[in-house]
């Protein structure tokens, strides 16, 4: 059965704080490994990773994927209030996405 | 340009209703998928649609699911005799196919149904 096991499950931060997100998964056929932002209401994409050790980064956020330990992390450096959000890994096996609980950020002023 | 839309935003129905929930993709995406989001939980996959061909429906939770994409854009999800278990938020999602982006899906923003 395919597994996503995110941590920590939550986590308070004050702005300004860096943070790192864990997520470790085993799907059958992995093809790629996204990152959604999730606040109330529907998922966001932020970043798609399908080749190890290539960092990929998008301003504050930025993202590495390990394939051989089948683990990636999400880091967001000088935290702000708008990055409180549920973070979701989301391995993908064909078209095929299996999403984890995700991590809840909440940054406080 | 237009993201994914559904209709309704909320629904409340009654246990043993009949409900049905729509989906606008995105123009022009060929993939189209269902989820179901329990509270605290993330999006589990329902079923997914290439055109208006179904060719995964392995995550509807019962026979009381039925999803249709007739002419390949808009998806109705019909739930039949509502349960109190069926209460969640359906998500869709859309997806570009034999792009470098295939497996970015863009989401709608769900209907939270609620089965009294």
């Known amino acids: 059965e395919d597994k996503v096991v995110q941590s920590p499950l939550s986590l308070v931060v004050h702005e300004g704080d860096t943070v790192t997100l864990n997520c470790s998964y085993e799907?059958?056929?992995?093809?790629?490994l996204l990152w959604y932002k999730q606040e109330k209401k529907a998922p966001t994409f932020l970043f798609m990773l399908?080749?190890?050790?290539i960092e990929k980064k998008s301003g504050r956020l930025s993202s590495i994927l390990d394939k051989k330990e089948l683990f990636s992390i999400l880091n967001i450096t000088a935290t702000q209030t708008g990055d409180s959000a549920v973070y979701l890994c989301v391995p993908g096996s064909n078209y095929k996405l299996t999403f984890g609980k995700g991590t809840l950020l909440t940054v406080n002023p | 340009g237009a993201g994914v839309s559904q209709s309704p935003r909320y629904k409340v129905a009654k246990r043993g209703q009949d409900v049905a929930l729509r989906c606008d993709p995105i123009?022009?995406?060929?993939?189209l998928f269902w989820y179901q989001q329990a509270l605290g939980q993330g999006p589990e996959f329902l079923t997914y649609f290439q055109n208006e061909a179904q060719l995964d429906k392995s995550g509807l939770p019962s026979d009381r699911f039925f999803a249709e994409r007739p002419e390949g854009s808009v998806s109705t999800l019909k739930i039949q005799r509502t349960q109190q278990e069926d209460s969640a938020v359906y998500l869709c999602a859309s997806s570009r196919v034999r792009t470098a982006r295939y497996y970015e899906q863009y989401f709608g923003p769900g209907t939270r149904l609620t089965v009294t």
């Open positions: 123009s022009g995406h060929v993939s």
């Open positions: 799907v059958t056929n992995f093809r790629s």
């Open positions: 399908t080749s190890s050790g």
